[in-house]
C-alpha cells in the first residue's frame, strides 16, 4: 500500500487531520488498532473552543454540531459553597463554548470520512511505525490475516498517550515533561436533564465537582476520586449522593437522578513530550500532550495541533515549501504550554490535596477571591476558557 501521509490513530486527531486532507485532495490513509465501536464507546470532551468549532465548520462537519450543540456564554464556579457566574462572553469581548460531546465529533467525522471513500484501517494488530528519521518512512501492521506494509511520505502520530509513536523515538531524541496529580476523575453520563444551564466547576473540601451536559436531556457529571478508587466501588446511588454533597444545596435539591449509561474514571497528568517532529514523524493531540481536564483543554488543543499540522502538508504539497513541517513542533508548543499552564492552574484552583498545607489551603481561597473581585483576573480566565489565538 501507498499514501502520502500515513496518520496513526482515529480519535479527534487523525480523523479531523485526514477529513483536512482528503478536501485539500492530499491522499491518507488512517490507522487505528482499536475497532470503530470500541472509540466511539469512549466518552471523554464535551466542550469546544471556537477554534475548534471554525475547524469542524472548515472540514464540513459542523451541520450536526450547529444543530445539536449547546452555545454556553458562561459557567458556575464555586468555592465551598460561595458560587459566582463567570460571565465569558463578557469577559472574552463576546466570546462563546460550543457543549458538544467529543464521541460525536467524532462519529461525525467517521461518517464524512466513510462519505468521501477514504481509507480507514479499524483493529489493525502489531502497528509499527519505520524510518522515520530518513525520506522513505513506513508503517507495517497486520490485518484480517494478512501482514501489511504502508509506504508514505509522512507519519502523522495521532495515536494518543499509549499509542505507538512517541514511544518509538529515540530517548535521546525527546524530552518528556510530567506532573501526575494525586488524584483522578470518575465520571457519569446518564440520561437525566442537566441540573443547570450553564457548567458547575465546583471545589469542596471533599474533593471537586463538575456538572456538565451533552444536552438537554443528557448530563455529564464529574467527581474528583482517589488514585486507588474503582468505578466497581461506586454505585450509582453512591456516586449522586457524593456529588450532591458537593454542591450548593440549592442545586442538589433540584438534581434529576437516574440510571448510568456510563461511568468511567480518568487519571489526571499534564504532559508534554518536546520536539514534536522527528523527522518525517509528527506527534499531534495527546499523542503529544496531555491535560488535567479541568480547564476542557484536550480536545481543543487537538483542534490547533492539526490547524499547523494540516497547513504544514498544503504547503508542502502545494506550496512546494518546507516552512511549515519545519516550524510545525515549536508553532504547536507555544500554544500547548499556556493551555497547559491555565489547565494546571484550574486544577490547582479547584481540587482537594491530599498533602495541602494550611497555607496552600488559603492560597487556593485567595485565588478564588482575587478571581471574583478583578475584572482583569476574569479577563484572563475568560480568553483562555474560550481558546487563546490559533
Ligand atoms: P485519542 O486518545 O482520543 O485517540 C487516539 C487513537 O489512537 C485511539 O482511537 C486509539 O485507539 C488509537 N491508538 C492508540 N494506540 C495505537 C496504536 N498503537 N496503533 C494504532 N492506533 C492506536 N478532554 C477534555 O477536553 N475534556 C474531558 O473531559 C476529557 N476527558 C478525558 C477522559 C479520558 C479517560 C481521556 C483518556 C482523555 C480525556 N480528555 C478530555 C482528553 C481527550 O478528549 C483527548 O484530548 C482527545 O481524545 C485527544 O484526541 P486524540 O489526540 O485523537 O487522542
Ligand atoms: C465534559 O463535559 O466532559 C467536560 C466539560 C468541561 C471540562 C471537562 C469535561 O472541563
Known amino acids: 500500500m501507498k499514501t502520502?501521509?500515513?496518520?496513526?490513530?482515529?480519535?479527534?486527531?487523525?480523523?479531523?487531520?485526514?477529513?483536512?486532507?482528503?478536501?485539500?485532495?492530499?491522499?491518507?490513509i488512517i490507522i487505528d488498532n482499536k475497532p470503530k465501536e470500541y472509540i466511539l464507546g469512549r466518552i471523554r470532551a464535551g466542550v469546544l473552543e471556537q477554534g475548534a468549532v471554525a475547524m469542524l465548520e472548515e472540514a464540513g462537519v459542523a451541520e450536526k454540531m450547529r444543530r445539536e450543540g449547546l452555545v454556553h456564554e458562561g459557567f458556575d464556579i464555586s468555592?465551598?459553597?460561595q458560587s459566582h457566574r463567570m460571565n465569558l462572553e463578557k469577559y472574552s469581548g463576546g466570546k462563546t463554548v460550543m457543549v458538544y460531546g467529543q464521541t460525536e465529533v467524532t462519529r461525525d467525522l467517521m461518517e464524512a470520512r466513510e462519505k468521501a471513500g477514504a481509507i480507514t484501517v479499524y483493529a489493525a494488530e502489531k502497528v509499527k511505525v519505520h524510518d522515520f528519521?530518513?525520506?522513505?518512512?513506513?508503517?507495517?501492521?497486520?490485518?484480517?490475516?494478512?501482514?501489511?506494509?504502508?509506504?508514505?511520505?509522512?507519519?502523522?502520530?495521532?495515536?494518543?498517550?499509549?499509542g505507538v509513536c512517541r514511544a518509538s523515538?529515540?530517548?535521546g531524541a525527546i524530552t518528556n515533561y510530567e506532573r501526575v496529580y494525586p488524584f483522578g476523575w470518575l465520571g457519569l453520563l446518564a440520561d437525566v436533564p442537566p441540573v443547570h444551564h450553564e457548567l458547575i466547576y465546583a471545589h469542596h473540601e471533599r474533593g471537586f465537582a463538575l456538572c456538565s451536559q451533552r444536552s438537554l436531556t443528557r448530563s455529564r457529571y464529574y467527581i474528583q476520586c482517589s488514585l486507588d478508587d474503582t468505578v466497581d466501588a461506586w454505585?450509582?446511588?453512591?456516586?449522586?449522593?457524593?456529588?450532591?454533597?458537593r454542591l450548593d444545596p440549592k442545586i442538589a435539591a433540584r438534581m434529576v437522578t437516574g440510571p448510568s449509561i456510563e461511568k468511567s474514571i480518568a487519571?489526571?497528568?499534564?504532559?508534554?513530550?518536546?520536539?514534536?517532529?522527528?523527522?518525517?514523524?509528527?506527534?499531534?493531540?495527546?499523542?503529544?500532550h496531555i491535560v488535567p481536564p479541568t480547564g476542557a483543554k484536550g480536545l481543543?488543543?487537538?483542534?490547533?495541533?492539526?490547524?499547523?499540522?494540516?497547513?504544514?502538508?498544503?504547503d508542502y504539497y502545494k506550496g512546494q515549501s518546507?516552512?511549515?513541517?519545519?516550524?510545525?513542533?515549536?508553532?504547536a508548543l507555544l500554544r500547548i504550554w499556556k493551555a497547559e499552564r491555565f489547565s494546571w492552574w484550574m486544577t490547582n484552583l479547584l481540587h482537594t490535596f491530599p498533602d495541602a498545607s494550611g497555607f496552600d489551603r488559603k492560597m487556593q481561597r485567595t485565588d478564588f477571591d482575587y478571581l471574583i473581585s478583578s475584572d482583569a483576573a476574569q479577563r484572563s480566565l475568560a480568553e483562555n476558557y474560550v481558546g487563546l489565538p490559533y
Open 79 to 81: 468555592f465551598d459553597g
Open 267 to 288: 487519571p489526571l497528568r499534564s504532559f508534554v513530550a518536546e520536539p514534536l517532529r522527528f523527522g518525517t514523524m509528527f506527534l499531534a493531540g495527546d499523542a503529544g
Open 235 to 245: 454505585s450509582d446511588d453512591l456516586f449522586w449522593e457524593e456529588l450532591k454533597r
Open 169 to 171: 523515538v529515540p530517548k
Open 300 to 314: 481543543n488543543l487537538a483542534a490547533s495541533d492539526v490547524r499547523y499540522l494540516f497547513d504544514a502538508f498544503v
Open 322 to 331: 518546507v516552512k511549515g513541517i519545519e516550524a510545525y513542533s515549536s508553532r
Open 133 to 162: 528519521d530518513r525520506s522513505r518512512p513506513y508503517v507495517t501492521f497486520h490485518h484480517v490475516g494478512r501482514d501489511v506494509r504502508l509506504d508514505c511520505d509522512f507519519i502523522a502520530g495521532c495515536d494518543g498517550f499509549h
Open 4 to 28: 502520502k501521509v500515513a496518520i496513526i490513530g482515529a480519535g479527534p486527531s487523525g480523523l479531523l487531520l485526514g477529513q483536512l486532507l482528503t478536501r485539500a485532495g492530499i491522499d491518507n
